[in-house]
């Protein structure tokens, strides 16, 4: 078992009217010596936006902003912008968010220069119904039965028209691997990759071929009894000598509901399609109160990742409604891994 200790909470909501009801699931990135926190920050009725603070240690608030840095603008995203990933490729930051429609939840990407002026370069996900997908998917056989289990439309639905299938955790790796680059999504209840060689090739083109072959991009599915329900990206990969550790969320049905557990992975450096082990059992889950209760009880949701010579702190959401952060030993962790490999 790898050693882990939960630093506590570090981020809770405020009286202000944009994150009155909580805050969680935090982008963070460290650039120029200060640690970079975007949060999703959720209003009444369940309205997010994303709120940014700057941390003067891996756990102490020194600048916290008063309004949103990100708000839903389009149509896509008029309900919400929800729960971002952040990385640093090249001189630009690429940050990825759920856009949510009141009915659909789709990748969106924004690009920054400086953390705080942000482009919206819109949905990178495709906008694809269901029997769109299944069609496609069969091509190569029959799809997996538990895709039809979590995506096909609910019976309450009358007009499906608008309706698409749900493809969230959009997480680029944070270098370019042979060229391109990578990033993982979800589309429950696995995490699958792909790969371009820049944004504009994201067309309907490039997912009608993608769908075709869709099985070849499944880089990782449930397996243990912690993820049996599915799982999803997490942190944005962190480049190791031993491989890319991924830091994911596993979710198990459980007779309280779902239980949403931090989880641990390694993908092929040159090859990030090819997972080389992961550890059977969760890398941490809710034990405190503060993560059992919440907006929605019993979840620890990593989504960011600052490394400080050999401790890496893992950031995460916590019961839905406030921001934690727990720290481990890399090596560790990696020699851990290492005992699991596929």
């Not at 029997?131 to 639905?157: D, V």
């Not at 993560?291 to 839905?320: H, K, M, S, W």
């Amino acid at each position: 078992m790898v050693s882990l200790k939960k630093d506590g909470i570090i981020l809770r909501k405020t009286t202000l009217d944009f994150e009155s009801e909580g805050v969680l699931n935090p982008a963070v990135i460290k650039d120029n010596g200060k640690i970079h926190l975007l949060y999703r920050a959720v209003a009444k009725n369940n309205f997010s936006s994303i709120g940014y603070c700057i941390l003067s240690d891996y756990k102490t608030i020194e600048t916290r902003l008063s309004n949103p840095v990100i708000i839903p603008e389009f149509e896509y995203e008029k309900h919400g912008v929800e729960d971002p990933r952040i990385v640093k490729i090249d001189h630009l930051f690429y940050l990825t968010y759920t856009s949510y429609d009141g009915v659909n939840a789709l990748g969106a990407l924004a690009l920054s220069e400086d953390l705080i002026s942000w482009k919206k370069l819109g949905l990178i996900v495709p906008k694809i119904p269901y029997k769109k997908f299944r069609l496609l998917s069969e091509s190569q056989g029959e799809i997996a039965e538990k895709y039809k289990r979590f995506n096909k439309l609910p019976p309450t639905h009358k007009n499906d028209k608008d309706v698409f299938l749900w493809d969230k955790n959009v997480i680029f790796f944070p270098k370019r691997i042979n060229g391109k680059l990578y990033f993982l999504h979800r589309i429950r209840p696995d995490i699958q990759i792909a790969s371009i060689e820049n944004i504009e090739d994201l067309n309907p083109d490039f997912w009608k071929d993608y769908f075709l072959h869709f099985k070849e991009y499944i880089v990782l599915s449930p397996r243990y009894e912690h993820e049996v329900s599915y799982i999803g990206g997490g942190c944005p990969p962190i480049e190791t000598e031993h491989g890319w550790l991924l830091i994911y969320h596993g979710v198990q049905d459980t007779i309280e509901g779902y239980v949403y557990s931090a989880c641990a992975a390694l993908l092929n450096l040159d090859n990030p399609e090819k997972a080389i082990s992961r550890l059977p059992y969760p890398l941490f889950k809710p034990e405190e109160k503060w993560e059992q209760r919440g907006e929605v009880n019993n979840v620890c949701f990593p989504t960011g990742t600052i490394l400080e010579g050999d401790t890496l702190y893992i950031y995460y959401g916590a019961a839905d409604k406030r921001v934690a952060v727990a720290s481990l030993n890399l090596q560790e962790l990696l020699k851990e891994l290492l005992q699991y490999t596929s």
